[in-house]
């Protein structure tokens, strides 16, 4: 085949992907007819590291699993010369630099190399890495086989170039999209920084996590979705000494399981195919903050290990690095799951749980803090409309009912879109939340007639019908006493129990107590 044919040809198959390894299988198989080859290998060059890291080698029509090689300073030298040696040896002997590796280098191959052309891919005198064509006996390569393989050279050199920056540009991007989401999070937190409820429904929740808001205690966040678990955990750490330090939340949830190494523990460029870049993980980022675990239960297991381990050594190892890095991050771990379980059937480690919860918070669901719904409703309405430029739409008496009436499965997350739902389809008109109460009938099993309360006459009775004059309208604590001294009469002033006043109002008993001593209702059952 004449020269320029086979330089067109190998031009074609080479630049024509991004893939390294496709462009070298390719190229392998098309020299097989033409130039007797064994073996190909194609790597890049870490001059900082002085590390071949190996794309592909093929030997025999096989591809080999090949590790990275440590180059010795003489070789290096020999790499970084500013001279036109592309392409060497046809009949392969290795200098005295070459020699100590030339050892390791003929691991990747079942046999020594005896004859070889070595291809320099060099852009503007820097070397962005090397490719070998050898076969196993010794004075394989004619002459003009030789200046055919050096040829591959400049075809080589362009798929390298085109492949790293492309990956540069895409590791570029990707940090780009991952700070950008990372800002937005930090800018909803900014916006969002009060923890509304810290001083009716979550304050015993608040007061736990002030208890130790001071040390470095790692904190096990439990409760169902949507109920504030990150909201908190951004609390406890502006709570804490650490609070002007970076606060970086993970969801392990969301990493696919190939990537929750360099995700947590970031990368070294050249650490696997696509890492073009070095980058930093979640706990470097955390680096004298405060790191969220967030749906830890979703862990897989063997992530779990390599966990437990960085917890116990305070020290991270970027993938593909060999320097330990010590952290200094204050862990608080979220979950909806039950972790119990979950450690029982074998899903989560019992060792990696006992250091995650050494102090355990459960965030009570929406249902049982009913009293920080009209807080919420107000702050939603306020911030919804706030988002789509428009003033708050004013809500029914029905719309409050059934917000109150509902039973929350999806809590404050839930709240938020239903409201933001229902002011964007009612177009200013005023709230009623009806959609809610025709789940609320669905989904909720109709009480039980032994605490069941006529509240049909005694509805109008306790709140007036709307609209209504601002200066008759009562106010919620108005409305919440009539409402509690109504079941309180129908349960005979018992609070506890199937047949108390709680289970009627569907909160807990402690909750009804505290309420009714801050609305100054009398105990006792005279009522
Ligand atoms: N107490 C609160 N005050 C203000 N907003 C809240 C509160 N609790 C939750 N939210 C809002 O509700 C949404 C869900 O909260 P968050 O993400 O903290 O819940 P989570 O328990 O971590 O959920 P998941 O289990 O799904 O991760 C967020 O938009 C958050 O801002």
């Not at 917000?403 to 709240?415: C, F, L």
């Amino acid at each position: 085949m004449p020269q320029t044919d086979f330089f067109k040809s190998v031009t074609q198959i080479t630049c024509s992907t991004l893939n390294l390894q496709k462009a070298i299988t390719d190229l392998y198989r098309f020299l097989q007819d033409r130039v007797p080859v064994d073996a190909i290998s194609f790597d890049t060059y870490d001059d900082e590291k002085q590390i071949l890291h190996n794309i592909i080698s093929m030997h025999k029509g096989e591809q080999r699993l090949v590790a990275d090689l440590k180059v010795n300073d003489d070789l290096h030298e020999l790499f970084m010369a500013d001279a036109n040696n592309d392409s060497l040896l046809s009949d392969y002997i290795p200098n005295s630099a070459e020699l100590e590796i030339s050892e390791q280098v003929t691991k990747r191959f079942s046999s020594r190399i005896f004859s070889g052309v070595i291809c320099y891919l060099r852009i503007e005198g820097e070397i962005l890495g090397v490719a070998g064509i050898t076969r196993d006996v010794p004075n394989a390569f004619s002459n003009e086989e030789v200046e055919l393989l050096s040829s591959l050279t400049v075809p080589l050199t362009i798929a390298l170039v085109n492949a790293l920056r492309f990956d540069e540009l895409k590791a570029v991007k990707d940090q780009l999209q991952d700070d950008n989401k990372f800002l937005q999070r930090e800018l909803a937190k900014q916006a969002g920084e009060t923890v509304i409820g810290a001083n009716s429904g979550l304050k015993t929740t608040l007061n736990m996590l002030s208890q130790v808001a001071n040390t470095d205690v790692p904190v096990m966040l439990l409760g169902e979705t949507g109920v504030g678990k990150e909201v908190l955990a951004n609390a406890l750490h502006r709570m804490s000494p650490r609070r002007d330090s970076p606060f970086i939340t993970v969801n392990c949830g969301a990493i696919p399981e190939s990537l929750v190494d360099s995700v947590l523990f970031g990368h070294e460029k050249g650490a696997f195919t696509g890492a073009g870049q070095q980058r930093k993980g979640r706990f470097e980022r955390a680096n004298g903050g405060t790191l969220l675990l967030d749906e830890i239960g979703e862990l897989p297991l063997d992530a779990q290990v390599r966990l437990l381990r960085v917890l116990q050594e305070k020290k991270i190892e970027r993938v593909g690095g060999d320097t330990e890095i010590p952290i200094d991050a204050r862990i608080i771990a979220a979950t909806h799951r039950d972790l119990n379980k979950l450690v029982e059937e074998g899903k989560f480690r019992e060792d990696l749980w006992f250091r995650l919860s050494a102090f355990p918070v459960v965030i009570p669901p929406l249902r049982e803090r009913k009293d920080d719904l009209p807080l919420l409703l107000a702050h939603f309405l306020r911030s919804c409309s706030a988002k789509l430029g428009i003033s708050p739409p004013p809500v029914t008496l029905e719309g409050v009912d059934n917000i109150n009436n509902y039973h929350w499965p999806g809590n404050v997350r839930e709240m938020h879109n239903v409201v933001e739902r229902q002011i964007i389809l009612s177009q200013g008109e005023p709230l009623t939340f009806a959609s809610l109460a025709t789940s609320s009938k669905k989904s909720q099993p109709a009480p039980e007639p032994s605490v069941t309360i006529d509240i049909a006459d005694s509805t109008d009775a306790l709140i007036p019908t709307f609209p209504v004059s601002p200066a008759s309208f009562p106010t919620l604590d108005e409305v919440t006493r009539m409402y509690i001294e109504k079941a309180l009469q129908h349960c005979k002033g018992k609070i506890e129990g199937t047949d108390g006043a709680a289970a009627l109002l569907g909160i807990n008993p402690s909750t009804l107590r505290h309420r009714m001593r801050k609305l100054n209702i009398t105990f006792g059952k005279k009522r």
